[in-house]
């Protein structure tokens, strides 16, 4: 059978197997191998799609280049300037004359 997969093949062998020592003892056992066989199956199925979402991904980075960089710079100095503000504020805090007990933290 060229369409089912080889581990399939060997759970349906060891279900049929002459010597019943040599078989799935429980249902539960056959089900166990059976799911980790679908887990698998999905996520071989699901590799060409990842691996196209990222490809189309890189390929509009690369065409928007200048527009990518432009945006991660403002998010970084977006950022920056949170960072800085928090600080001032906790210095002026800190000032104060009952400060809170994270001023010990060093701005």
Do not use: W
């Not at 059976?34 to 990222?54: D, M, V």
């Not at 403002?74 to 004359?97: D, E, I, N, P």
């Amino acid at each position: 059978m060229p369409d089912v997969p080889l581990k399939l093949e060997s759970i349906l062998q060891k279900a049929l197997r002459k010597n019943s020592d040599e078989r799935y003892q429980t249902i539960k056992e056959m089900l166990a191998d059976l799911r980790i066989l679908k887990g698998e199956l999905e996520a071989e199925s699901s590799l060409p799609q990842t691996k196209a979402r990222a490809e189309s991904i890189v390929s509009k980075i690369k065409r928007h280049k200048r527009g990518v960089l432009l945006t991660l710079a403002a998010a970084l100095l977006a950022a920056a300037a949170v960072a800085y503000s928090f600080s001032l504020s906790l210095r002026r805090h800190c000032q104060m004359k009952n400060p809170s007990p994270f001023c010990h933290l060093k701005t």
